[in-house]
């Protein structure tokens, strides 16, 4: 009898046994029809699970990886001998059997974001000589760079990358729509392009209709689960508007906050800079700020995106933000003050009430600063921590909960190692899968920090 | 991508599709489609035929370790990682004994070159006399270097296969005739010579002689390109008078002479350039020279079996060329793929494109810059430029920079918008592909595409810079 000859199984379990038995490439392989059912429903696992035949099925494939699979289909996790084998493979592997999700799941999913845990771990060189004007990501971790008139696409594993030309001389607002779909606006092009990533070539231009008749430019784009809210100007810069995408079809589905600028109303001529979605509150933050001989004015509304309304809205003339947040999970507002250069936040429970108003988590003296301190800073939410950018280094807030008291305490922290400090100033500040990714000035390079123990 | 996202593996249950394998003591199984996908040429497709109704593997007395990185790249058409354990060299004759070396060459060759995305990934190097005069690349990713009166051939794999020393001492000219065998040309001895890497030998010579004319001799050679039966190259005197002659490429004989010109002007001179279109029969001669007035030149289409000039136009002096007085062009390219003429404007250093079946009194288009700060301070024209068109691409190096115009893919639906567009207006966008420090190794002097490779030599540079596009991320760890 020699070994592997015939394919009919000399102990023939019966038919309605749990065990299933895998010939992968020359070798045996042992498990459940749970286990393989675990896959998920139309993967190649479970059509195996099903069949009844009284072969053992074959697969022509590489059985070292196919073990490490199967380790990943038991526990949920990569045994650690994988170690030893790119990802890459097992990527391409995986496509195969049709479960990259779960090397996803184990690998990048958003909620293994650590936050005191991150470190400066990777740097993805970008080719040419333009350093990235925005980035986007995907939840799980895909990233999109713009540098000049190119986006390059880097996959969840940030093995792969790819990169396409387009139209636009620097692309300033970029929002990642999936891995290999991209809206990409500028302020000095118009229209919002729909671009696929992996082909290369413009799916659709949005364009907003307004009253000049001119052009109208893009600046800024945000999202809800189901829309996509992108903020436009006319090109003659005499009225702006945010208008609502289905995410899906990518059809409008309404108009808000329409500007039409006549005589010297500076408050509405300002468009939207920044927008971001309240989940919890089901509102739409948009900011915009306007930089005049008088200092640095803006304003910050929120909008009830359904009937169009701003439900809050706050001016700001002292100590103008450079950059806004909201979290969620903190129920509150977050700013970084563009003379001080210092972190303030508001209460979202205090909106609308007499004590709505910032209070300064740094130094208070220097709101009346009447240098531009906080110029170009970036602020993020993530969880339940707040990331600043100051010049190259980030800070980390984080809210301590302490019993008894009324008054909210945060404290910061500033992010990475003695020789992580400083360094060109930040760029761009941006979240996806269980890192965070930055770009910084004339470096033509995506920094990566993640966590030691989730290191590809 | 290699593979689809979705599911599509198969459960193979007929035993008699599979086969087992024995190499070197090791234990393989696997289909038959997977070791007949390369062809019945292969050694793996005839040991499938012969053991058919054998039950005892097949016993191949070669290393396991790499047929077993072999047959992953058999059954997924990709070279697993484990693949870095092993030189291309042994790779490559490994895959050579099996007799899949074409699938091994499909997995290894870089992906289409880009050259919005692409970097350094070697250097070429000659042993000894390793600063190149010439060097041509060709379509497989091999490339021919001259360098010292030697001729260096490099495969695919950029590994060194042979060196032929010729009797010339510095090649300037160079062109694959055969796969073995090349035309060379000097300026400093007359004739065009061939020569063949397998035996390392000279095979023939062509000289230009008039018998009716005593001043035609010791005429050197300029510019050489082939066409599928013929060898092109220019001559010229030392009186300057000079032509195109018509070689044969298997007989190594002239077979005719065009272009037969005085030199005593400079839109009579040798021609520096020869390009042969396939597609439309036409060989395309360039030649420029600066001077302390400015640069001068032509470009020239020949019919070469009627031998007369289709097309021609000289800078400066022609007519209708009035909008751009004073901005002659300083290099010369032709995209023989698409059939595009470009030239390189010595004063603004812009780049202007014609299409060479439209081609009339004043066919350029001028390619604009729309982004303000790529724009070239016009310059005096001193900076040394090279054109090449590779890949619907054109790459120009001014100096030591490196930069590409390559075109942006239109919005698929819009066909109208495409036919209005086509005069290449807002079609084509420049980009660096070197960073800033590349440009500080020294003067570009030749631009060659192959393989999805491109290969740049640098005046006063050792060796040949190898440039090639990647999908890896190659992301540096900086813990």
Redesign the interface.
Known sequence: MPPFAGSLLQSQPRSDSNIVTIDVGGQMFQTTKQTLTSAGPKTFFSRISQTDSPFTPFIDRDPEIFSLFLSLLRTGNLPSKAKSFDLHDLIIESRFYGIENLLVNSFSNPSQLEPFNLQKSLQLALNGRDSPSSIATTPYGSLHVSHGSKITTFDWSLRRKSTILTHFTAVDSLFALSPSLAAAGANDFSGLQILDLEKGYVKETLNWENVTKSGSTVQAIGSSPENMFVSFESSRRNSNSIVVYDLNSLRPVTEIGHNEIYGADIDSAIPATKLQWIESHNLLMASGSHSGPSGVSGNIRLWDVRSGEVVWEVSEKVDCFADVTVSDSLSAMFKVGVNSGEVSYMDLKNLGSEKSSWVCLGDKRKVLNGKKEGFGYKIETQGNQVFCSKGGDVELWSEIIMGSSNNRIFKKNLMGRGQDIGGAKITNLAFGGSRMFLTRKDLQCVEVWQSSSREL | M????????T???N?SD?I?LNVGGK?????LS?IRSDGPDSLLYDLSNRSSND???VFIDRDPEIF?VL??LL??N?L??TALRFSKQELADEANFYGIDSHLRAATSPPPF?G????IVGTVRPASEGFPSTFTAADNGSVWIAHGGQLSSYDWNLIHSATVRTHLDEIKSICRVWPEIAAVGTSSDAGLHFYNFSGSRHVGSVHWSDPTDPRIFKARVNAITASENSVFASFDCSHRENCILEVDKAKIQIVSQLGRQSGNQAKHMVPMKLTWIQTTGVLVGSAVTGGAFGYSGYIRLWDPRSGEVVWETHEPGASGRSSRFGDSFSAIEVDVEKLLLFKLCSKSGDLAMADMRRLGDDPWVYLKE??PSLWTDGGDGSISSVVHCYKEQVFVGRGGELEVW???????ECESERERESDGEGVY?R??????EDSGKGVIKKIEGGGDRLFISREDVEGIEVWES??????????
């Open positions: 290699e593979e689809e996202s979705t599911s599509h593996a459960v193979e249950s035993a599979r087992k234990l393989f199984e696997t289909t997977t039950p005892n593997p077993s047959l992953s059954r997924t990709h697993p990682s880009s919005i995305d692409a970097s729309k982004n390559s075109r942006v893919q239109e919005v698929i966008r980009n660096f592909v070197d960073k800033r990647s999908h890896s991320a190659g992301a540096i760890s900086v813990l």
